[in-house]
């Protein structure tokens, strides 16, 4: 068959009226398929093109609007307590499902193709080196977009300092080196998850050791230390790392590469890099915790160790 999909007529929309629709299915002239189907956007007619984004703003209702009731439910209902400003409330109900909307559009017509792109191209114009060093910068990239990292850093303002003075520390005083810790977490597992498809290693001994390590250093940090008080932002913070801008590109560039490369080229091997980019960001984390000088009020007694007391 052809190597790509026949071209749409103007305003006709391709199998699919979902964002998230997958197909494994060879259909009449279409390629298989493991990321979302296109729409032919460029050929939609203003009414299909709105007629879409309408569908996709119902499901985003759909997915929003049993939380908003259960929680209006629950404050009415269970603790007696009005609802203030409802009008305020609904707009910026309405306004976070066309976001999504738009968002989830977003994703589909431009990153995750990009990522998929990307993918497809680099294993033929690089080497191995310099594609898991690309790897790597663009997971930094992404993990530095990463809206979701902002609010962690914001939530810092709750801490004080005598409770947890090293997590005070490095969410007000260390923040360019947190950010910069989870990125580098980021970076580093794109590039191995990048070099595990390359290779051909199943990713379920990868996943265990790496889980088994992560586990390993933070039991030393909670017993053996007394920085404790960092073990549970750097595991907010690895799940933190796989949020709506780095999981779409991550998975579309593994399994873009994973399509044309590998011991044996299939974009079901492109699937695990998620998991790498949720378990190295913690253990760097934890790392920088470890090499910060015991500079915070509460980490008296020298070193920035030490065991527990005897």
């Excluded at 404050?75 to 009005?82: R, T």
């Excluded at 801490?159 to 260390?174: D, F, G, K, N, V």
């Excluded at 998850?193 to 390359?198: D, V």
């Excluded at 007394?226 to 796989?242: F, I, M, Q, S």
Aim: hydrophobic fraction near 50%.
């Amino acid at each position: 068959g052809p190597a790509h999909p026949p071209p749409s007529a103007p305003g006709q929309i391709h199998q699919s009226p979902t964002l998230f629709s997958l197909t494994t299915k060879t259909q009449r002239g279409y390629q298989k398929s493991f990321l979302p189907l296109k729409l032919g956007m460029l050929d939609l007619g203003p009414a299909a093109l709105l007629r879409f984004l309408v569908s996709a703003f119902l499901e985003q209702a759909a997915a929003v609007m049993p939380v908003c009731i259960f929680l209006a439910g629950f404050q009415s209902l269970v603790l007696g307590q009005p609802i203030d400003d409802g009008v305020s409330i609904s707009a910026g109900l309405v306004l976070v499902m066309l976001g999504l909307t738009l968002f989830n559009f977003g994703l589909l017509y431009g990153l995750m193709p990009m990522g998929k792109a990307l993918g497809l191209g680099l294993p033929q114009a690089l080497n191995t080196p310099p594609l898991l060093a690309v790897a790597g910068l663009l997971g930094v990239a992404v993990t530095l977009a990463e809206p979701a990292l902002s609010v962690v850093k914001t939530a810092g303002s709750l801490i004080q300092e005598e409770q947890a003075p090293y997590l005070y520390a490095l969410l007000h005083r260390r923040q360019d080196l947190l950010v910069l810790a989870v990125a580098v977490g980021v970076g580093l597992s794109a590039s191995f998850g990048m070099l595990r498809i390359l290779m051909g290693w199943s990713i379920k001994p990868v996943a265990v050791l790496l889980s088994l390590l992560t586990l390993a250093l933070s039991c030393y940090v909670s017993f053996w230390t007394d920085r404790k008080d960092l073990v549970g932002l750097a595991w907010d913070l690895g799940a933190v790392t796989t949020g709506p801008v780095t999981v779409p590109l991550v998975i579309a560039l593994g399994v873009g590469i994973a399509s044309v490369s590998g011991a044996e080229p299939s974009p079901l091997t492109g699937f695990g890099v998620v998991t790498l980019a949720s378990l190295i960001p913690v253990n760097c984390v934890l790392l920088l915790g470890l090499l910060l000088p015991p500079f915070a009020p509460g980490a008296r007694g020298g070193g920035g160790g030490g065991g527990p007391a005897a």
